[in-house]
């Protein structure tokens, strides 16, 4: 499980949510991934979510990108929380 703060009035970079304008929401990348990288190496998925944290400038350590790809590889949910500031 990762563990990420975010301030309030950054929260639409982390979810996909229609009301917001932000546009590269970290959930809708995550979420393309899962659907379309499931079974694939972890090596080949963790640089994807690396610029998707990065375009939505979210500071995901490298493990918890890690962890996610490895998610994402096994086609197995990821729990993430979030502390919203």
Avoid: C, W
């Avoid at 190496?41 to 996610?68: N, S």
């Amino acid at each position: 499980m990762g563990e990420i703060s975010v301030e309030r009035q950054h929260l639409d970079r982390l979810l996909a949510d229609s009301a917001n304008t932000y546009g590269a929401p970290y959930q809708r990348a995550f979420s393309e991934l899962a659907e379309t990288r499931r079974g694939r190496p972890v090596a080949e998925i963790l640089p994807l979510l690396r610029r998707a944290a990065d375009q939505a400038l979210l500071g995901f350590t490298d493990l918890d990108l890690r962890e996610q790809a490895q998610a994402i590889s096994l086609g197995k949910p990821y729990v993430l929380r979030v502390t919203v500031a």
